[in-house]
């Protein structure tokens, strides 16, 4: 029984340790204070008076947006991720 006791006082010694542990772990990282992201500053990209964004996809370096113009007619504006610039637009047309 006194092995029993000794064990018991052990484990709840380990438990107490374990605690402290965690909450100094915690209070050390709040502490710190959470990291700010840099604010992304690009120009605004114009898009035509009346267009819609119907999809957008993304690649390694650039977003392509499709746009659905005023006349129903179809636009793909592709845009630099990098620098947040216009790279240029494909207008889409049904074939003859």
């Not at 114009?46 to 690649?59: C, D, K, N, Q, W």
């Amino acid at each position: 029984m006194r092995a029993l006791k000794i064990l018991v006082g052990i484990m709840g010694a380990m438990i107490l340790a374990g605690v402290a542990v965690l909450g100094a772990t915690v209070a050390g990282r709040l502490s710190k204070g959470t990291p700010t992201a840099a604010a992304f500053a690009a120009a605004p990209i114009e898009i035509p008076t009346g267009a819609r964004v119907e999809a957008m996809s993304t690649g390694a370096d650039r977003v392509v947006l499709d746009l659905v113009l005023a006349d129903s007619t179809r636009q793909l504006v592709i845009v630099d991720l990098a620098t947040g610039k216009k790279l240029g637009t494909i207008p889409l047309r049904p074939a003859p």
